[in-house]
């Protein structure tokens, strides 16, 4: 069902694909990145970085790119967000513990964490039936 849910809002034009990190000037591959001293609301903070696995610090990209989304959220019209669950980015309920690792912990991304700042919900790409529920009330709503 939920694979359904995809294909139905992509033919309604529902959906505005966004990259972010590409979006804020990260090349396609790029190298790993995770936040290293807390989530996307300490990156939005000044408090923590986003880095490489090299060390290099890519903190610059991550916001432009999640300003970059909230622009593009806005001239859309949006008020949910659907994102990639665990990115440094787009994480909705976890992230990478900065250790290169591979160990999650709870927490947001840069994108994510900003979109919710600015009222937008935002939901992980398994939790296409929350959505799905929203949408319904929010219809009803207006």
Sequence with gaps: MAGDLFERWRAEGRLVPFCPEVSGGLPVPRPPAEI?????????????LVVTRAGADVTAEFLRGARLALAAAR???????LLKEGSPSCGSGRVHDGTFSGASVPGTGVTTALLRREGIRVFGEDDLDAVQELLIALERAD
């Design 75 to 81: 001239r859309a019209g949006a008020r949910i967000a």
């Design 36 to 48: 290293v001293g807390g989530d996307g609301g300490a990156v939005l903070d000044g408090t923590a």
